[in-house]
């Protein structure tokens, strides 16, 4: 009956994420009967495995996951390699864990569940519980990446049937952990071209801009190769995918003042920034684009104003970079943010767009407000807190 209740259960959990688990628990303190209470166990069981498996087929994540597994299924022992050495044995009969890979490499080969007897399995201790083996295999991008077996002193349908529903729902934990670091590994790729994109105009301008005072006034050249410095250590810093909103303000604010240096008074800056939204946590250069898109475009021929405005909007955070220049036609603009447009126009506008949308989902991508002559307005909403998103 156990191994029945595994099976339904662990049918719903490939679909089901664990926070949601948590959240049904917490909400039902009346089980109802017998069926009830182990259905709920079961879902309680295997949300606790799930947090482990979220970075991948490692020893540490299999260790810990092993526990609530095993309790999932109820076999003496359980097992978890991949494709290489044992990761985890968790119950009876450890001195088996040496046999453990060998037990393992045909459904690594193969890709079948595999059920091995006492003659492949049992050792000469006439007590031990270790005797059967169910090895199903764990995969990923339809590759065999390890396996998950179960021992015990016999071998039922229904335990291979939980057996395989188990490894079915540790490939799923396991496929989200690969997405999420394809997502990781794409955030940065992206946070790389962005650089690559800014990069050469802003070092150009800002070095030749620097050169021009060094005879004129030799301190203020001094300063400004200062605030450069501090910019581009900043910029090309290589630890993490977020940084707080006051710390790419800080940025920014280096930023405008080499451009102010080389506009001097065409160059007008208003910042409303409320102190309360500075500890956001926010997408690493996130802000820095849209500066450099206003200035860019704000200044075409003729004096511009900028405005930033960052400020409480009830759970998220506010932002708003805004000048008043040439503006663009909104359907160039749909192009830009749909990365159709010619190579360098609305500089890094797209990538922010996507990242924004990447890391909170499609609802908070960029929100662009042009038409010709009319300046242009760009705004991004992020949440004050979003799991799994910190400047730490």
């Known amino acids: 009956m156990e191994a029945i ?4 259960v662990v049918v719903i959990l490939i679909a089901a994420p664990a926070l949601v688990l948590r959240r049904i628990l917490q909400g039902r303190r009346d089980l109802g009967g017998p069926v009830d209470r182990a259905t709920f166990e079961t879902l309680h069981t295997a949300s606790l495995a799930a947090p482990p498996l979220q970075s991948g087929l490692t020893a540490h994540g299999a260790q810990r996951a092993a526990r609530h597994l095993r309790v999932l299924l109820g076999p003496a022992a359980l097992a978890i390699t991949n494709a290489e050495r044992l990761l985890a044995w968790e119950g009876a009969g450890e001195s088996h864990g040496e046999a453990a890979m060998r037990h ?48 015990g002193t016999q071998s039922s349908a229904g335990l291979v049937r939980a057996t395989e529903e188990v490894g079915r729902w540790v490939d ?17 790729a992206e946070v790389r071209a962005l650089r690559a994109q800014i990069s050469p105009h802003f070092i150009y301008n800002s070095l030749t801009t620097i050169a021009s005072f060094v005879r004129t006034d030799p301190e203020r050249a001094r300063e400004l190769l200062l605030e450069f410095a ?38 007008q800056v208003t910042l409303r920034i409320a102190p309360e939204v500075l500890p956001v946590a926010v997408p690493f250069l996130c802000m820095q684009p849209l500066v450099e898109n206003a200035v860019r475009h704000g200044l075409e021929g003729a004096p511009g104003r900028i405005t930033i405005l960052a ?26 943010l749909a990365g159709e447009a010619p190579k360098g126009a609305g ?19 960029l929100v662009v407000e042009t038409a010709l002559g009319a300046g242009m307005k760009v705004s991004l909403r992020v949440p004050k807190y979003r799991p799994g998103v910190s400047a730490t």
């Not at 209740?5 to 339904?8: E, I, K, R, S």
């Not at 090895?135 to 396996?147: F, H, K, Q, Y």
């Open 172 to 188: 799923a934990q396991l496929e989200l952990a690969e997405l999420d670091r394809s997502r990781t590994l794409l955030m940065e």
């Open 5 to 8: 209740v595994a099976v339904l």
């Open 347 to 365: 500089i890094g506008l797209a990538n922010v767009d996507e990242r924004l949308r990447q890391v909170y989902g499609d609802a908070y991508g």
């Open 230 to 267: 501090d910019f581009t250590r900043y910029s090309f810093r290589r630890h993490g995918d977020f940084t707080t909103l006051a710390e790419e303000l800080r940025s920014i604010d280096r930023y405008l003042l080499l451009e102010r240096a080389r506009f001097g008074d065409e160059l």
């Open 104 to 151: 393992a490499m045909e459904t690594l080969t193969s890709g079948r569940t595999r059920v091995l007897g006492p003659e492949v399995v049992a050792c000469d201790d006439l007590d031990c519980p270790v005797r059967h083996a169910v090895v199903v295999p764990l995969t990923t991008d339809d590759r065999v990446v390890g396996t998950l077996t179960a021992y």
């Open 311 to 336: 400020e409480e909007a009830g759970a998220e955070c506010l932002i708003s970079v805004e000048d008043d220049g040439a503006g663009m036609d909104p359907e160039r603009m749909r192009r830009v």
